[in-house]
């Protein structure tokens, strides 16, 4: 750990909080044992929902609360904590590796819930291969099931793929093919490299950099290069890009985020001196064990391998 | 009063706690100045598909900018 590196950690409470999207990790438990996992440690109890809610009633403005874990939906209460979301009137989003969205029952639920919004991890696309050679299980049956249900549904959708070298670095044009097969014409693609923090399979230096992400996309995506960095420093939405990520439409001219087919290429790598993904990022921040409010990559790093 | 409108205030107050009045969405104000951003926008569209079952043009909505634009546009589901 390189704790002396990370400079720029700090807490905040509730009220105090600058942080749009925050981080809540409900539950460190998973019903999966991923490859490349930020917060392997399994022994954390579940987020007390009462202080959650203390903790939303309490933050400065509306803000993007992303549930997340371990696997959010290993928590029993998992629909009580989104519903808390909306009670206070912030933002939601489910970040899920989909296995129990493959039930409707369950969709339905978190539909019932008020959530409409939910991001769904798809590093191996449809292809079992690489669901076992990243994620150690083959599941793509389920996560298909989980995608037909959401759409059915009509939830926004994002999904999010982890490029591993020499595994599944066809993963960009996989995932059009696969969206073509399902009829899925809206949805936001985040596509990143391996992160090293907490468990990875891909060292630094074997990691595919953010140039040869944008390479695999335009390749694999019917756009040039040049139209997918002419987005790196573009102001989309009042807002400029994160500094570690290109977000652009693939249909050009597309004004519509999640409308369409958008990618979002981002870089987890941690090949700078602090050692985390987006150093100093302001935009996203994580719930700590004391409710306080902390940079997420920063803390991430300061507690790899604990909460 | 239209279908298609009522569903826009309802989704409003609903899903993003905004109140719409026929007086703020007529005066043509952009998005953000009524406090509806990038997101609230695809939620609202959404969640009026949805509600309403009917499909919106990608083509159609890469030119609305304001919500009364929008109303306009569902108007024609009437």
């Given at each position: 750990?390189?704790?002396?590196?990370?400079?720029?950690?700090?807490?905040?409470?509730?009220?105090?909080?600058?942080?749009?999207?925050?981080?809540?990790?409900?539950?460190?438990?998973?019903?999966?044992?991923?490859?490349?996992?930020?917060?392997?440690?399994?022994?954390?109890?579940?987020?007390?929902?009462?202080?959650?809610?203390?903790?939303?009633?309490?933050?400065?403005?509306?803000?993007?609360?992303?549930?997340?874990?371990?696997?959010?939906?290993?928590?029993?209460?998992?629909?009580?904590?989104?519903?808390?979301?909306?009670?206070?009137?912030?933002?939601?989003?489910?970040?899920?590796?989909?296995?129990?969205?493959?039930?409707?029952?369950?969709?339905?639920?978190?539909?019932?819930?008020?959530?409409?919004?939910?991001?769904?991890?798809?590093?191996?696309?449809?292809?079992?291969?690489?669901?076992?050679?990243?994620?150690?299980?083959?599941?793509?049956?389920?996560?298909?099931?989980?995608?037909?249900?959401?759409?059915?549904?009509?939830?926004?959708?994002?999904?999010?793929?982890?490029?591993?070298?020499?595994?599944?670095?066809?993963?960009?044009?996989?995932?059009?093919?696969l969206f073509d097969k399902e009829n899925i014409n809206?949805?936001?693609?985040?596509?990143?490299?391996?992160?090293?923090?907490?468990?990875?399979?891909?060292?630094?230096?074997?990691?595919?950099?953010?140039?040869?992400?944008?390479?695999?996309?335009?390749?694999?995506?019917?756009?040039?290069?040049?139209?997918?960095?002419?987005?790196?420093?573009?102001?989309?939405?009042?807002?400029?890009?994160?500094?570690?990520?290109?977000?652009?439409?693939?249909?050009?001219?597309?004004?519509?985020?999640?409308?369409?087919?958008?990618?979002?290429?981002?870089?987890?790598?941690?090949?700078?001196?602090?050692?985390?993904?987006?150093?100093?990022?302001?935009?996203?921040?994580?719930?700590?064990?004391?409710?306080?409010?902390?940079?997420?990559?920063?803390?991430?790093?300061?507690?790899?391998?604990?909460? | 009063?239209?279908?298609?409108?009522?569903?826009?205030?309802?989704?409003?107050?609903?899903?993003?706690?905004?109140?719409?009045?026929?007086?703020?969405?007529?005066?043509?104000?952009?998005?953000?100045?009524?406090?509806?951003?990038?997101?609230?926008?695809?939620?609202?569209?959404?969640?009026?598909?949805?509600?309403?079952?009917?499909?919106?043009?990608?083509?159609?909505?890469?030119?609305?900018?304001?919500?009364?634009?929008?109303?306009?546009?569902?108007?024609?589901?009437?």
């Open positions: 750990m390189h704790v002396e590196k990370i400079v720029n950690y700090y807490e905040q409470s509730p009220e105090e909080n600058t942080f749009m999207d925050i981080m809540a990790d409900i539950t460190h438990k998973c019903n999966m044992t991923c490859k490349n996992c930020y917060i392997p440690n399994r022994d954390v109890p579940d987020m007390d929902l009462e202080k959650f809610r203390d903790f939303l009633s309490r933050l400065d403005g509306r803000c993007m609360i992303r549930i997340v874990g371990a696997e959010p939906t290993m928590n029993p209460r998992c629909d009580d904590y989104i519903k808390a979301v909306f009670e206070f009137e912030h933002r939601c989003i489910l970040l899920t590796n989909g296995l129990r969205l493959a039930h409707k029952s369950y969709v339905d639920k978190i539909h019932d819930s008020g959530l409409r919004h939910v991001y769904l991890s798809l590093n191996g696309v449809d292809n079992d291969d690489w669901y076992e050679a990243i994620d150690e299980l083959r599941c793509a049956e389920k996560k298909i099931s989980a995608l037909r249900n959401l759409k059915k549904r009509k939830f926004i959708l994002d999904t999010g793929t982890i490029i591993v070298p020499g595994v599944n670095e066809d993963a960009p044009g996989a995932l059009l093919e809206n949805v936001l693609m985040r596509i990143k490299n391996v992160g090293q923090l907490g468990r990875y399979q891909t060292e630094v230096d074997d990691n595919v950099k953010l140039n040869q992400l944008v390479k695999l996309c335009a390749e694999q995506m019917d756009v040039s290069e040049d139209y997918i960095n002419s987005f790196r420093d573009a102001k989309l939405y009042g807002m400029y890009q994160e500094s570690n990520s290109i977000l652009f439409p693939l249909r050009e001219g597309n004004k519509v985020l999640n409308r369409g087919r958008w990618v979002k290429i981002t870089n987890w790598d941690t090949d700078n001196e602090s050692g985390i993904p987006d150093p100093n990022s302001q935009r996203r921040g994580r719930i700590t064990e004391n409710f306080t409010v902390a940079p997420l990559y920063e803390h991430i790093k300061m507690n790899e391998g604990g909460y | 009063m239209s279908k298609t409108r009522n569903a826009i205030k309802k989704i409003a107050i609903d899903r993003l706690s905004i109140e719409l009045t026929d007086e703020i969405i007529d005066s043509g104000k952009a998005f953000k100045d009524i406090g509806v951003d990038s997101l609230d926008a695809i939620e609202l569209v959404v969640s009026v598909e949805d509600e309403l079952d009917i499909e919106l043009s990608d083509e159609r909505l890469d030119d609305i900018e304001n919500i009364k634009q929008l109303a306009d546009y569902l108007a024609e589901f009437d």
